[in-house]
Nanobody, 113 residues
């Protein structure tokens, strides 16, 4: 069973930066897409950014120009700059495989005003 190991996140003041990383443990060649969702308290989970194996990137309008997603074969990173309090939430890494979707355990990101 593939596992996604997340690192990074934490607490930052508004205007600051954080970085999230996520590494897949196996079946790397079966990964078609990786990315990040986030969920704020009381809100639905929303897509932040995704990147395909061909490096096609999708980014939410709310983070364009501030967040950058990048990927190697087995890892996906999210560089978050100029952060805002509304970026606060739990960030979940995901990997879309040939036949299933795998989620990481989630990392808390808190932006103080």
């Amino acid at each position: 069973q593939v596992q996604l190991v997340e690192s990074g996140g934490g607490l930052v003041q508004a205007g600051g930066s954080l970085r999230l990383s996520c590494a897949a443990t196996e079946r790397i060649l079966s990964i078609r897409e990786m990315g990040w969702y986030r969920q704020a308290p009381g809100n639905q989970r929303e897509l932040v950014a995704s990147i395909s194996s061909s490096q096609r990137i999708t980014t939410a309008d709310s983070v364009k120009g501030r967040f950058t997603i990048s990927r190697t074969l087995a890892t996906v990173n999210l560089q978050m700059n100029n952060m805002k309090p509304e970026d606060t939430g739990v960030y979940y890494c995901y990997a879309r495989m040939d036949q299933d979707l795998v989620w990481g355990q989630g990392k808390q990101v808190t932006v103080s005003s």
